[in-house]
C-alpha cells in the first residue's frame, strides 16, 4: 500500500510541480543577486528540443539501464561536481529541496521519480544561489545541446546523458506535464531558479529546465583513479529495450 501510495503521490506532485524550488532556493535573496552575479539563462540557440529526435511525435524507444539509485552527478562543461541527496516530498505537497545553506551546497534527486538511465524522467534539482553566492547549479543555464551530463549509480555504472534542449519557463506557466512526462526513453531532467527575481516576495520569477537523454554507460573508475586511468574508462551503448 505504501508503494501504492507513493506512485500516487508522484502523480499529484505533478499538479503542484510550479512551486519547484519556490519554497527553498527562490526564496534566498543571494549575495549572487544583490551584487549584480547573474546566472546563466538559456540562450534562444540552447532551447533545443526536449527529447531525442523524433520523440516529440513518436513515442522513442532509447537505451535504458536497470534501477541503481544516483549517488553523484558530473557536468564538465560548467564544472559542477556533487553528490546527491535523495528527497520526496513535504507534508503539503511540495517538492522538498535540499538545505539551503549546505556546505558544500548539493544537488538533489527526487526519489519518487525513476532512477537516471531508467525509462521516465528522472528529476535532479539544486539552488542557482543564495546569499552567500553561486550555489551548486548555478550555471545551469550556461549548458547547450551537446553538453554531457554523468551520473554514477549505487552499482558503479556511470550514466552518461547528453543535453538535447535548456529552456527557462514561468513558475506561473509551467509546463509540469512536459517535465515529468513519463517518456519511453531514459530522459533526465536538472531544474533550477531562474528568469527575474522578485525583491518584494523573495522568488525567482521562472526555472531553467535542461533536458537530456541517456546516450551511454561505463563503469566508475576505482576510488582514487580518475576516468582514464580506470580498468576500462571506455563509454559504451546502454542496453536497448
Known amino acids: 500500500m505504501r508503494k501504492i501510495r507513493h506512485i500516487g503521490m508522484r502523480h499529484r506532485i ?9 519554497i527553498g532556493g527562490g526564496s534566498a535573496l543571494g549575495v549572487a543577486v544583490s551584487a549584480q552575479q547573474h546566472a546563466p539563462q538559456p540562450s534562444a ?6 527529447g531525442p529526435r523524433g520523440a516529440s511525435r513518436v513515442p522513442a524507444i532509447g537505451p535504458t539501464l536497470p534501477r541503481s539509485e544516483p549517488v553523484s552527478i558530473d557536468i564538465p ?31 538533489a534527486w527526487y526519489k519518487y521519480s525513476p532512477t537516471p538511465g531508467q525509462a521516465g524522467s528522472s528529476i535532479i534539482e539544486g539552488h542557482v544561489d543564495t546569499y552567500k553566492g553561486p550555489s551548486v547549479f548555478f550555471r545551469l543555464g550556461a549548458l547547450v545541446p551537446g553538453d554531457t551530463v554523468d551520473v554514477t549509480l549505487a552499482d558503479g555504472t556511470v550514466a552518461v546523458f547528453r543535453v538535447t534542449g535548456v529552456r527557462m519557463y514561468p513558475k506561473t506557466d509551467w509546463p509540469w506535464r512536459t517535465v515529468f512526462a513519463q517518456t519511453r526513453y531514459a530522459a533526465l531532467h ?10 518584494s516576495t523573495g522568488h525567482y520569477l521562472s526555472n531553467v529546465v535542461v533536458f537530456a537523454s541517456l546516450v551511454g554507460a561505463r563503469r566508475a573508475p576505482p576510488p582514487g583513479k580518475t576516468a582514464s586511468q580506470g580498468s576500462s574508462g571506455k563509454l559504451t551503448e546502454a542496453a536497448a529495450v
Open 14 to 22: 505533478a499538479g503542484v510541480a510550479g512551486a519547484l524550488l519556490v
Open 190 to 199: 536538472l531544474i533550477t531558479c531562474g528568469g527575474d527575481f522578485d525583491y
Open 77 to 107: 562543461a560548467i564544472g559542477v561536481r556533487s553528490s546527491l541527496l535523495h528527497l520526496g516530498l513535504n507534508p503539503n505537497g511540495t517538492l522538498q529541496v535540499p538545505p539551503l545553506f549546505a556546505e558544500p551546497s548539493e544537488a
Open 45 to 50: 540557440s540552447a532551447a533545443g528540443s526536449i
